[in-house]
């Protein structure tokens, strides 16, 4: 009787065991094919062409005729405007460059010439508008015309190197020599020659002229008086 109920049991948990053996690839293959697909995700990034200017860039010097280079091929294009500005523009007030009707794929866009126009800071808009009505701009700024005047360069100040002293070391004090004047020997000056010096050969002529006179002059009055004895009557 035992051996009835055994084989009784036995049969039905085979039994039970088969059936869940063969269903398992049923539930399994209908939950994977119920499984959803996957669809692409909207956010990711697109390659759409932009409103750029490469070229030149923002606070650039620039002297001269500038090649203006950048991208204004857009879907739906319909005009291309460059134009400058002073940078400070409180009236944003623009002054035409360029225009065009044609788009440009990553090429020059213009040629401006800033030979024109004042050294200073400006600004550079790109606008293009397109047929949707939907205008895009890309704005340069600062961009430095230097054409009269040096461009500016930022030199390093040098820094002079220090010394520094080592745990335990006593620096010694450097004496700084004191300037001494060396005083300068007075120059003689040389007098210019005397003209009226007298010599001892102008003495001695003046000498002989002066007895001379005296001599003759001594003759006349003894040559006077004696005319004045003869005259005189006896």
Known sequence: MFAMQRLVKTLLISWWLSTIWLAAPVTLGFAWQSEPTPTPSQNLPVDTPQVLVRSPGDGQAVIGHVEILGNTDLPGFLLAELSFAYRENPTNTWFLI??????????TLAEWDTSTITDGSYDLRLAVSRQDGDDLIYTVKDIRVRNYTPIETNTPTPVAPTVTPLPGDTPVPTNTPTPTETPIPPTPTRLPPNPIQ???GDFANSLVQGVAIVAGAFVIIGIYASIRNLRRPS
């Not at 360029?98 to 794929?105: I, L, N, Q, Y």
Request: glycine share 16%; no cysteine.
């Open 98 to 107: 360029s225009s065009s009707t044609e788009p440009v794929r990553n090429g």
């Open 198 to 200: 007298v010599t001892g």
